[in-house]
C-alpha cells in the first residue's frame, strides 16, 4: 500500500521531509482545511479541533476501524483507541490512553470519543450494557457540576479527570473508578468577564420545575444570584434546562436515588443562596472593626434549608474561634474577612460535593474485589491556559510526558542519540520535596512570623536566583536584563517549549485554604444529612490542631499516585490542538497552533519516533504470539526463542526492519508490527476457519449420520407398518372372501334345507311326480299301432301340450317307421305306385280315391295265356309293365274302337284288339304329356312330340278302365327311361294335334259323371270335339 495514495498531506508525519517546524504546521494546516483533523506521529494520534460535526464518527466508523489495523485506514481517534482496546484484551496489557492540550482543544471530546468507542466494540449483554450506560452517564453528571463557560471554551473543564476503565478477561466492561483533580472552586464565587460559573448553577434555575424551584427557595432568575455572573447566563447552542434534565436521568441511571439527587440539589443551591448572604460592617466598644448579617431572610432560609441554626450560622460567619492547647479565644471578623469566610464556605461545600458526586458515582461503578480485571485508564487532565499570568491554580508538570528513548545499549543495539527537552529539570523545579517551588511554598505556609505572597516571591528568588529556568525582576535585575513584561509580584519558569509566567498574589492563601474551624463545625451540625458528612472534621470529637494538607501537597501526592498509576499501563498519547482562540471553524491560527506544538513537543516526537525503535518486547512472547506465521515454528518449535524469532521474521522477510537483541526483539516501525499483527490476524483466522471446518464437517457428518440413521429407522417402521398393515388389509380382504365363500358354499349345502327352497323342491317334485304320471299313463294307454290309427290321448295337464304333442309326432313317426320296416319289397313297389298315384291326382281327379284300395294288377288282358300278345311285346324290354284294353276315340268322328294297350319299359303299344296286330308304337320319350280330366272318367289324351314319326299322325285320345294304374306306372316309366318328370295335366280343356290341325276337346260331365265309362263325342265343326262323360 503506497501510504500516501490519495492522502492529504502526510498522514504520519514520521514522513515529513523535511522535517523542521514549518513543514509540519503547513501539513497540519493543509490536513485541517481539508477536514482531515486526525495525524499520527507513530502511534501518537495528533487532533485539531475541527469546531464542527464531522461526519466520520458512528457505528458505521466504529465498525470499520474494528475491521483494520492502525495503517490501513486513515488516521482516527478509533484507530488509537482500537490499537490500546485490542491490545489489553489480546495481549492483557493495561493501557492509559493521555490526552492532553490546551483548553479548549478538545480532550474532554476525545475522552468521549475513546469511551465511545470501546464502549461499543466491548461485550454486549444486559450486564455489560447496563455497565457501559453506567460509566458513559458519568459524563453529562461531571460536565454539569465541573464543567464552566470559559473564554476559551464553552464546556471547559474545570477540574482534571482520570477514569479508569476495567474489563473481565473476554474485554466486557466490568465497572470502573474517576478520580478527580483540583476542581477550579475559585470558579464558585468570581468569575472572569465573559465566563460563566459551573454549569449545574444554571441548568438547575433554567431546568428545575416550579415545584423543585419552590422546594429550593430559588428565583429562575438568575441575576438575583451575586454567584452568577450577571452579563452571561447563557451559553450559544447551550440548552440549560434539557441538560438538567439529562443531568437528572443521568443520575438516576448511575443509581443515584431519588433523595440523593435531591440533597445535591439542595447543597447547590445552598451554595448559590450563600452567595447572597450580605455582610455589614459592625461598630464595636472596644473599636475593633466587626461585621453582621444584612438581611436575616437569607440566612434564615439556607437554615430552615440545612435544618441550621441561622444565629449559630452567622456566628460561624462573622466570628472565628482560635483553639490553643489551653485556651478558647473568640475573635470577631471585619467585613472582608467574614466574606472571604463566606466565599470559603461556598467554595469548599461546593468542591466537597463535587467530591462527594464522584465517589458516589465510584461506589455504583466500583468493580467487586476479587474479579480478576484489566484496565484501561483516560486521562482528561484540564487544559492549560495560556494566560499573561498564572495564579497557583494550574501549576502542573503534567505537560508532554517524558519521551522515553532509553534504548540499552546493553540489548547491543547501536542507537542514534536525539537531542529532546528532558522535562526533569522543570519537574524538579516546581515538585522537588526539599528544594521545589511546591515545597517552599508549603514551608513558607508553615513558618512562624509573619507570611506573605511577597516573602514567598523572595524565598523562590533567593533560592532560584542562578536556576537556568526560573525568572523573576530580581533575577533579571541581577544579570542586568530589562523586561517591562514581567511584574514585581511575579516569577516565571521556562518551560522547554516557552516561558510560563506566574503571579504570587493569594499563592499563600490558596495553597493553605483555609476553612475556619467554626464554619466546618457549624455544617456538621446541619440536619440535611448531605451536608453534614461533607464537613467530618466538624465533628468535634474528631478535631484536631493538625493542619490540613496545603492544596499543594495534596496535589503532588495526587499526582504522584496518578503518574505511578500511569507508568503502570502502555500509554497511548492524544495531543490536542486548538486551531484558533475564537471556536471557529475553518480557521488555522499559524502562531496558536506553532506554540502548541512546540510544548507539546511535537517536533521531538516525530525525531525520537525516526530514530528509535518503535517497539521492543522478550524473545519468548514475542515468538509465541508470533509463531504461527511461519511453518517452521507453527504448530511446534523446538529450537531457541531467538532463533525462533530470526525464523518467523526472516520467514516474513523483515529481518532488515528488526534488530536483534540480546534478550529483546526490536523492531523499528509500528508498521512492521501492525503487519505482524495483521499477518497474525488473518492466520488466526485461516486457523479459526480449519477448526470451524473440521468441527463443521464433523458436526455436519455426524448429523447426517443420525440422521440418516434416522431416515432408515424411520423408513423401515415405515416400510413395516405399511406392509403390515398391508397385510391386514389382504388378511381382511381374504377372511371376508372366504367367509363369503364359505358361508355361500354352507348355504349352498344348506339351501335345501331352506324353508324357501322347499316350495320349488315341492314344485319340481309335484312336477316331476306329475310328468312321471303322464308319462306312465301315457305308456300304459298308448294308442294302436296301427298307422292309420290318429288318435293320440290329450294332455292331462296344458303344460305337457308341447311335450305331448311331440311325443304323438315321435310316435306316429316311430309307429310309420315300424309299418315301413315290415313291409316287403314288392308291398314297397306297390306303395311306390300308390304314392306316385297320389302324388298326380289326389285332389284333382275324382276317380283317385276309389282307386286306392284297389291294387294295381297290371295286366288285364290274361297276358299269360296269350302268346300271340306276348310275342308282341318284344323281348329286350323285359316285362310288360301294363296290359289292358282301351277305347280309342277317333279323331275324326268321335266314334270309339277298341284296342289293347301294352306299356313296357320303353313303349306303349296300341294292338288291334282283333287282329292282335300292333297298330301304334310309341317310344316312351316321344310321349309329351298326358290330359286327363278330373272327372270320374277314364279319358285321357296322350300327346306326343311333334318330332317323332307316330307324332306325325297326331296326339290319341283314349278311355281306360285303370286310367290311375296306367298313367302311374307310364309315368314311372317315362322317368325310368328318360329321367323326366311326364307333365300330366288335369284338364277340362285341352287340343289334340290331329292331321297337322288342332282339334279343341271339351269335356263336359254327364249324368252319371262317367263312372260307367261311357262317353259321347259331338264334332263341333272341324276343330272342335264335345266330349261328354
Ligand atoms: N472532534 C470534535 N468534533 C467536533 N467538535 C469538537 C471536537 N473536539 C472538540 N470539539 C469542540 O470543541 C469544544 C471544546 O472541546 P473540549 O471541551 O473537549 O475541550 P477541552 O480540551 O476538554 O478543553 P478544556 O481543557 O477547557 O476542558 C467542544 O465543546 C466542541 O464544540
Ligand atoms: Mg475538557
Redesign the pocket.
Known sequence: MNLLEGSVGVEDLVLLEPLEQEPLLKNLQLRYESKE?YTYIGNVLI?V??????PI?GPEFIAKYQDYTFYELKPH?YALANVAYQSLRDRDRDQCIL?T?????????????VMSYVAAVCGKGEQVNSVKEQLLQSNPVLEAFG?AK?I???????FGKYMDVEFDFKGSPLGGVITNYLLEKSRVVKQLKGERNFHIFYQLLAGADAHLLTALKLERDTSGYAYLNQKVSRVD?MDDAANFKAVQSAMTVIGFSEEEIQRVLEVTALVLKLGNVELADEFQANGVSASSIRDGKGIQEIGEMVGLNSEELEKALCSRTMKTAKEKVVTALNVIQAQYARDALAKNIYSRLFNWIVNRINESIKVGVGEKKKVMGVL??????ILEVRELHPITCLGPAPVTCHVSSCQGIPWTKVDYFDNGIICNLIEHNQRGILAMLDEECLRPGVVSDSTFLAKLNQLFSKHDHYESKVTQNAQRQYDHTMGLSCFRICHYAGKVTYNVNSFIDKNNDLLFRDLSQAMWKAQHPLLRSLFPEGDPKQASLKRPPTAGAQFKSSVAILMKNLYSKNPNYIR?I?PNEH?QRGQFSWDLVAIQTQYLGLLENVRVRRAGYAYRQRYEPFLERYRLLSRSTWPRWNGGDREGVEKVLGDLNLSSEVAFGKTKIFIRSPRTLFFLEEQRRLRLQQLATLIQKVYRGWRCRTHYQLMRKSQILISSWFRGTMQKQRYEKMKASAVLIQAFVRGWKARKNYRKYFRSGAALTLANFIYMSMTQKFLLGLKNNLPSTNILDRTWPAAPYRYFHTANQELQKLFYHWKCKRFRDRLSLKQVEILKEKLCASELFKDKKASYPQSVPIPFHGDYIGLQGNPKLQKLKGGAEGPILMAETVKKVNRGNGKTSSRTLLLTKGHVILIDTKSSQARTVIALDNVAGVSVTSFKDGLFSLHLSEISSVGSKGDFLLVSEHLIELLTKMYQAVLDATQKQLPVTVTEKFSLKFKENRVDVKVIQGPEGGKNGKLSCKKKGSRCLEVTV
Open positions: 483533523i487532533s479541533n475541527p469546531y464542527q460535526q464531522l464518527y481517534i490526552i492540550g490546551e483548553s479548549g482543544a478538545g480532550k474532554t471530546e476525545a475522552s468521549k470519543l464543567n470559559t476559551r471554551n464553552n464546556n471547559s473543564s474545570r447552542g482528561d487532565i484540564y487544559g492549560f491556559e490536542c486548538k471556536q
